[in-house]
């Protein structure tokens, strides 16, 4: 059996715990904090939620108060991988200084290391060119401050330490951050502006996407602007201004009003379109070609103001529109 004192580094699986007299009344992953060594009270809440943790012989809630002599069973707990390999990746860097890093995304890019994704990231890049980052996002996490999604590009800010990472997280929470994306979308609005404001929750039936849900009550409140920038025959170009930072936002919000972005699988049902479509030519016509022109969602995070972390000073950055999307608009402009 196994006391609050003693080393557990690597644990044999199940491992047994009888409570010593002098954890009484802590709770249960707090506990499990303190005696299993290497593994984060996270990780260790993960496993109690995923009924790996037996107390007398039933699954219990981390909140759990522990009594002296309970008996604990612990059937595994997932073992928290390192930082993100710092990894030699081509970065447009906007602007830099002590406090922070602001840099133009590809499109293609995942920002942090996560399942089935744990190199080529935004993280490892940044990691690499500057070396220490903050660490107040956790070791998966160092420097990230916000996300884009994978085939979003644009401007996207970096903490070089942990108070500037906690300054810039408080504005984003405060909301006082204003982003600015630009998005091509299927449809044509019959207005030069509008307003979305719909609650955001998991979809029904789609695990990896979010849709607009009134119906239920734990649905976060999400307000999308967007003005229209050009109108084509059949595609716009938007001025999108998220006031909320929901997952996916933009995209569920444009689509739930007719207006999909282009190229967006998730929500539009297309990851790919070619010149002579967005003419409206058919296959083969004599002046248009048939080979993609776009391979992902057409959304770009054109501008981000903020307060710098130091001075307080409000700060613009700017990135360029994406070739990709350039060749679209150009296309379009052709018709």
Known sequence: MANASSDLEVPNWPLEITVPE???????DAYLTQTLHGFSRASIQRAIAAGQVEVEGEPAKPSLKVESGWAITVHGIETVRPGPEPEAIPLDILYEDDWLVVVNKPAGM?????????????ASAVAHRFGELSTTGGSQRPGIVHRLDRDTSGVIVVARHDRAHEALAAQF????????YWAIARGVPDRDADVVDKPIGPHPRIREAKAVRP????????????????????????????????THQIRVHLA?????????KLYGGSDRIAEA?????????????????????ALHARRLTIAHPRSGERVTFEAPLPEDMSAVLECLRDE
């Open 22 to 28: 002098e954890a009484a009344c802590l709770r249960l």
């Open 215 to 246: 119906d239920i009550p734990d649905a976060k409140p999400a307000l999308t602007t967007f003005e229209v920038l050009e109108r084509f025959d059949r595609f716009s170009l938007l001025k999108v201004l998220p006031k909320t930072g929901r």
């Open 110 to 122: 995942i920002v942090h290391p996560a399942k089935g994704h744990w190199s080529g990231t935004l």
């Open 173 to 180: 929470a405060d909301r006082t951050t204003e982003k600015e």
């Open 256 to 264: 739930s009003v007719g207006l999909p972005i282009l190229c967006d």
């Open 277 to 297: 479509e967005l003419k409206g030519a058919p296959a083969g016509s004599p002046g248009s070609t048939d080979d993609p022109i776009l391979v992902r969602q």
